[in-house]
């Protein structure tokens, strides 16, 4: 609830008299939508209005048990092979506007992980050789 507040704030509207939000007490709450006031305000006896889409979504995003680490190890492997490409990592505005942006923008953490794994700088120096090839690189 605090997200939607919190974009009304900045959008300079009123969330409950928008219809995004529904006041219980001093509770914010989500409206309730489809036939979830059918006869039963949930809201009122302290229960969410909740589709199931709402905890699909959240659980999709996570993944960032794997994400963040996947990046931070590729943070870790990248200025490796880095100057194989012609980047200095200590050139900090350089490589990482030039190459580990980039690399990361095509590649993903995810995949720098999968193929370090694998088979080491090399196979993640293949990955960049191909967006070497493309011209991205």
């Given at each position: 609830?605090?997200w939607i ?13 928008a ?13 309730p ?27 999709s995003d ?7 680490p ?10 490796k ?6 980047y ?15 690399v ?25 050789d191909?967006?070497?090839v493309?011209?991205?690189?």
């Open positions: 609830m605090n507040r919190a974009a009304a704030i900045v959008a300079r509207i009123d969330p409950v008299g219809g995004y939000l529904v006041q219980v007490g001093g509770t914010y709450r989500l409206p939508l489809r036939d979830l006031d059918a006869g039963i305000d949930l809201a009122t006896a302290g229960q969410l209005n909740l589709l199931p889409e709402y905890a699909i979504h959240n659980l996570a993944d960032f048990t794997f994400t963040i996947a990046v931070n190890i590729s943070d870790v492997v990248l200025p092979v880095a100057p194989a490409y012609g200095d990592p200590k050139n900090v505005t350089s490589y990482n506007w030039k190459f580990r942006n980039t990361l923008a095509h590649l993903a953490g995810e995949n720098i992980l999968f193929a370090y794994e694998s088979g080491g700088t090399g196979a993640v120096q293949h990955l960049i191909a967006l070497r493309r011209g991205i690189l």
